[in-house]
């Protein structure tokens, strides 16, 4: 059996030692006699897998106590709809910060609900920046400020978290969550959908704080509404019961591992050197601007486009897999989140210096 070293952006790999641990306990989880996914979710064993995975999240993240914590289904893409339904509380105007694909979605789905008011848009260089606190165009009575710490397709982060005074900030960080400490009491909520750096597809987390819970707008639907799940812990309905167990092996590594900070310390290490090994050569190109590189989804181009197929053929023959590019941006994308280890960086690193010997 040989794994590979898999840069899909999502589902994305998933660390080995947590698909083993599922492995050993999949037939018979802690003499229960059965899988986890065969499991009751309202039985004493699921009870026990999904308070642990919540605490060890809430560890991991430093989540306060004035903070639910949410096993939801519906991806990153339903909470554009339930963001607006649950937070506008009243207000019909909401902040936005457009800077590419995800928070152009999720502003097209806000716009169903209430006006919104674009604060910043990156589209002049072709989002390949991140605005400044300055260029925020922020309405001081906006129901919330909503953006997109890591934009996935580009490969563009923000380097800060925007002050926003009162307005709630709504931020989607699918792509992002867990890859450094964060402070989560400066959030009004946080959302990810699991399959990139949480988990298996099928899961979404919903960190929201209390106060914003329970003021949803006329017609949501009980599924769409966070009190229905902050007062049924998540289990108004059967939960994604085996993605939220796997999810709690991922926390529970993460922590084994010296948790968020001591994986922030590898992340930004990975990044650098591939950043380092892209900006070196006078073959590969990374277009956006240095303080807005993702430590997560690093974008790159060839010289030669000519060359794309030939260098994806390539290294898949070499183990590294899933680099194509998103079809609207083109080139390479390599998505290294936690469960990327330095050794496939490196490994990518050293094929990408030999690719460009042979055909630079
Ligand atoms: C992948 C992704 C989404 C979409 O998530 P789904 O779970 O497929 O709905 C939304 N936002 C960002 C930033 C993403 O990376």
């Known amino acids: 059996m040989a794994r590979v070293y898999n840069f899909s952006a999502g589902p994305a790999t998933i660390p080995q030692a947590v698909l083993e641990r599922a492995r050993e306990e999949m037939l018979d989880w802690n003499g229960s006699g059965m899988s986890v996914m065969e499991m009751s979710h309202r039985g004493k064993e699921y009870m026990s897998i999904a308070a642990q995975a919540e605490a060890d999240l809430r560890e991991l993240m430093a989540i306060p106590d004035n903070y639910k914590v949410l096993f939801l289904q519906g991806g990153a893409s339903s909470q554009f709809a339930m963001v607006p339904m649950n937070l506008l509380r009243g207000k019909n105007k909401a902040d936005y910060i457009y800077t590419g694909a995800w928070s152009k979605k999720a502003i097209a789905e806000a716009k169903r609900y209430c006006d919104v008011n674009v604060a910043a848009s990156t589209e002049a260089s072709n989002f390949m920046t991140t605005p400044t606190q300055s260029e925020l165009n ?93 007062d049924n812990d998540s289990m108004y309905n059967t939960p994604a019961t085996y993605g939220w167990y796997l999810a709690g092996l991922v926390f529970d590594w993460l922590k084994s591992n010296g948790g968020i900070s001591a994986m922030a310390e590898i992340n930004e290490r990975k990044a650098a050197a591939l950043y380092s090994a892209i900006d070196g050569s006078g073959f590969y190109n990374n277009p956006v601007e240095e303080k807005s590189r993702s430590w997560m989804n690093v974008t790159f181009t060839l010289a030669d486009s000519e060359l794309d197929s030939v260098f994806l053929a390539e290294a898949k023959e070499n183990g590294l897999v899933t680099l194509k590019g998103h079809r609207s941006v083109g080139g390479m994308r390599a998505s290294i989140y936690n469960a990327m280890p330095e050794e496939g960086v490196n490994s990518l690193i050293s094929f990408m210096a030999e690719f460009e010997k042979r055909h630079g």
């Open 138 to 230: 922020l309405d001081k009575d906006a129901a919330y400020m909503h953006f997109t710490p890591n934009e996935t397709i580009a490969g563009v982060e923000f380097p800060y978290l925007p002050e926003t005074g009162d307005v709630p900030i709504v931020a989607d960080m699918s792509s992002t969550i867990l890859s450094r400490p964060i402070d989560v009491s400066k959030y009004g909520v946080i959302y990810a959908g699991a399959q990139k750096n949480i988990g298996p597809a099928g899961l979404t987390v919903v960190i929201v704080r209390d106060d914003l819970i329970g003021n949803s707008i006329d017609g949501t639907p009980a599924m769409f509404d966070y009190k229905t799940h902050a």
